[in-house]
């Protein structure tokens, strides 16, 4: 049974393209948050510090558990939000555009995936068995159903 979900920050949650939230994004949190999942949210960029106001401006800290924002060259990392939360690895859903980045990490650990077909990376194929997702969804709206 799925308790916490993982969310991407860009072209997940966030259509940087538009600078905006993603269409359905914050009903999507809204519901999910009222199941009383526990929600993380990562993401990587080139100014951690902007970022971390951009999602506070955006309104999104009260929907989040815990953030993680980290520089370009650092790598997405799970294990913090394992630690925090609690759960087994099985009891997450890993929600993300990349399957070369979320989705691989996810797997890796023995979460649940889900790709959203969103963006630049939305024709983005899995290359190898551990960047396959569990799941595809075209509207964030639909990672819902997953839980």
């Known amino acids: 049974m799925i308790k916490a979900i993982i969310f991407d920050f860009g072209y997940t949650i966030y259509d940087p393209e538009n600078e905006k939230l993603v269409d359905g994004a914050i009903e999507a949190l809204e519901e999910v948050h009222e199941k009383g999942l526990k929600l993380a949210l990562v993401s990587r960029t080139k100014d951690v510090q ?3 106001e951009q999602i506070s401006n955006l309104g999104l800290n009260t929907y989040f ?41 996810g797997n890796q650990k023995g979460m649940e995936t889900c790709q959203f077909l969103f ?14 997702p569990n799941h595809k969804i075209n509207k964030v709206s639909e990672v819902v159903n997953l839980v």
């Open 65 to 105: 558990d815990y953030i993680e924002v980290m520089p370009l060259e650092g790598t997405k990392e799970f294990d913090p939000i394992i630690e925090k939360f609690g759960f087994e690895p099985q009891e997450f859903l890993v929600v993300g555009d990349r399957v070369r980045s979320e989705i691989k990490i």
């Open 50 to 52: 902007k970022r971390l």
């Open 119 to 132: 963006g630049p990376r939305l024709k983005e194929l899995p290359e190898k068995s551990d960047e396959k």
